[in-house]
């Protein structure tokens, strides 16, 4: 069964078909970070506009790729949430063309839904596995920092959230004050390299919670740049990447030791970061599942594999399909 997926959900344009919910067939991406890095961070309406500029030639390289016509397919998967309004509907729009034109079911995606199936898709090896059921997946991207118990699929049970700055958010906030430069995750990454972690920053601990909180910490930082207290922007980077990690990782192991789970994901942009990886398999006492660098990030071979487990539980949509900017996970 093979399921076109549409990704539109914030700056990325991407269209992706997927078989059987665990085989990529195609995966192609336009990217507008250069654009918005002149901005220091993303415009909606700028990424609304590159949207409708890319996103046929993007579906037309998504099923040339795949080497299928619209007849091969099962069905379009679309992300409808959350994200910028204006982009999401580039996306849902052209899906529902698409499912009208050519008689096909439509499936509405979770963003953040579709980030957890992106382990799904790790390519076959001998050392591959399947997500095994009862799992905690921590999510980390951009907007959004969330802790979830999954039980089966569609089975969510949302544990912790951010309650303020996000992860991701507080990475690119950090950048913007060291001067590190835009998109701020990778541009931390790359400067912590070289660092050493000698600056004491606070960390909200929420205790008695799974939630997140990390704007004290980049407050924190930014009155010690402001006071003139931080003469290395890598040991600045540095010793901010392991405060969030550390957070991260302490509060996902104890998720996963309450609830007595099989296994531990991680999904999300900020995913990509080495630290963090590192950290969350040396500190589990669980198998830990993280997709590929390329599947952290927003793409569309995730929202395709998560359209498929959708339609096989019965989950289809109607043309009154809307985007949800706000939609929650669990």
Known sequence: MKILGIETSCDETAAAVVEDGVSILSNPL??????????????PEVASRQHLLAIIPILEQAMAEAKVTWSDLSGIAVTIGPGLAGSLLVGV????????????????VNHLEGHIYANWLIEPSPDS????????CLIVSGGHSDLVLMKGHGDYTLLGRTRDDAAGE????AARILDLGYPGGPAIERAAESG??????????LKGTNDFSFSGIKTALLRLVEAGKVSNQADAAASFQEAVVDVLVAKTVAAAREHRVKQVLLAGGVAANGRLRQKLIDGSPLPVLIPPLKLCTDNAAMIAACGYFRFQAGKIDGLDLDVLPGLKLG
């Open 129 to 136: 596995t399947t997500p095994l059921f009862p799992l905690v």
């Open 93 to 108: 729009n052209v899906a529902k063309a698409i499912a009208l034109a050519h008689t096909l079911p439509l499936i509405g």
């Open 196 to 205: 050493t972690v000698s600056i004491q920053l606070p960390q909200a601990w």
């Open 30 to 43: 336009a990217s507008q970070v250069e654009i918005h890095a002149r901005y220091g961070g993303i415009v």
């Open 170 to 173: 507080a990475f690119d906030k």
